[in-house]
């Protein structure tokens, strides 16, 4: 898979793909992250990547060309499955689109930041819209790192242990069960004893009705899915 990233703002996007499982990822060549700065598009001196509303208005636009220039200079390299922005008012992100995203060859995310970005990119160039929750961000960074981490490690071979994304809060509609590690009693909060017998049909049954209740206690709306 392949993830070009447009931003203005592409050092505060790096660290979260310089440690740990998206590190790995990229080092193992399961995924490409190319950050593409869009001020690297603009044509006057200023480099000028936003304008004022016309109509009025506060709050700086980010303008059509630099956009287009930059989403043009990709799609002439390659196809691209989806061109996604970051947007507070795009569909929020759920595990369902991580998971179609993750089987994705090529795509683009825009960031967007002041305003937002000029209408017309949205109406002509984007495929999909997306929020990472109801609260507004200084800017789509931080979003477009949230969900490149949700599809990376879904991709093959990312996780060590591919049966880990599977049983993760969501991938089946409810949250992940309670679980436990050494010591079994730790200044007398115990571990569940069932846990020790052996008995993995009873074990798998209990973190069944586990997922269950904590969806049913913490998040009605995900059964009413
Ligand atoms: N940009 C600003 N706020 C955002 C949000 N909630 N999700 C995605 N991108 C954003």
Redesign the pocket.
Known sequence: MRIDIITVLPELLKSPFEASILKRAIEAGLVEVHFHNLRDYTSDNYKSIDDTQFGGGAGMVMMIEPIDKCISALKAERDYDEIIY???D?ET?KQGIANQLSLKENIIIL??HYKGVDQRVRDHFITRE???????????EL??AVLCDAVIRLIPGVLGNETSALTDSFQDGLLAPPIYTKPRDYKGMKVPELLFGGNFPEIEKWREEQAYLRTKERRPDLLDE
């Open positions: 970051m947007t507070p795009g992100l960031c967007g997306i929020s990472i929750g109801d609260y507004v961000l200084s800017g789509g979003g477009a």
